[in-house]
């Protein structure tokens, strides 16, 4: 496994990218620095081994068979396609949201930990470099680690193209082992940034401001994502039209999501 090296080795004091993750209190594993659990798997391993993405998919499998009766290809490719993408697009949202912050996001720069009781889903984030992206007026704006942006739409804008990168990456990879074309993968990859903001916004109790910041990150259809955000209020409260399908339709007995394109 490779761990990027560009990790701040000084224990005695938290780099300010790693202060923001010590101070979320969203009820998930978000971490800054490689665990010593040897189970956790830096992006960029995943995506040099596409087989990886088989085995992920194997496990997922054998869940499917216990909970439903029977697995299908679609599914664990929709399923492992849409997790993957959070990774990113969830650590993004969130450190946008709580601190105007954006990690580079870059594939060797995240790990993640996959749950190995029940469901294999990412049950843990890490963040592994101190560089971060933010405003002129952030506290940390004069540090080292820190590149300065003149204002919050260039912020976003630069999240949007560092997740763009990862995603790509993802594509590329992941495209080798699926039967799903380009314009699935990259729909996969707009509701990961879309929702991933919307998420953190409520995770962090204010649901309206998340909602803002995916009509910021995506304010209207641009190449490669397949459109803006598509959240939206309803007579239940905030939704969303999603552009990518899970396949969890095909399951025995199983429904559509309330957000599946098929529904919407």
Known sequence: MTVPARVSRDSRALTPLAE????????ADIRFGMPADPDWIVCSDMLADPDRFDLWRKDLAEWMVDQYGDSSDRATGGYIMGWYLSVPGFLAGLLFHTAR??????????????NEDGRPHPDGLAIL??????????????????????NEAALAALLRARY????????????????????????AATDALDSGAWTAGKLCGDETSGVTDAAMLLPEKLDPFTSASTIYLS???WTRRRESCCFHYVLPEANACQTCPRVC
């Open 20 to 27: 923001s993750i010590t101070r979320l209190e969203v009820g």
């Open 101 to 114: 912050r954006v990690p580079t996001l870059k594939p060797t720069d995240l790990a993640f930990h996959i």
């Open 129 to 150: 470099c101190d560089e971060f992206a933010c405003l002129p007026d952030d506290p940390a704006s004069n540090h080292p680690a820190a590149t300065v942006v003149k």
């Open 164 to 187: 763009a990168g990862h995603a790509a990456q993802f594509v590329a990879s992941f495209g080798q082992t699926v039967r799903f074309g380009r314009r699935q993968l990259w729909a």
């Open 235 to 237: 007579d239940e409260g």
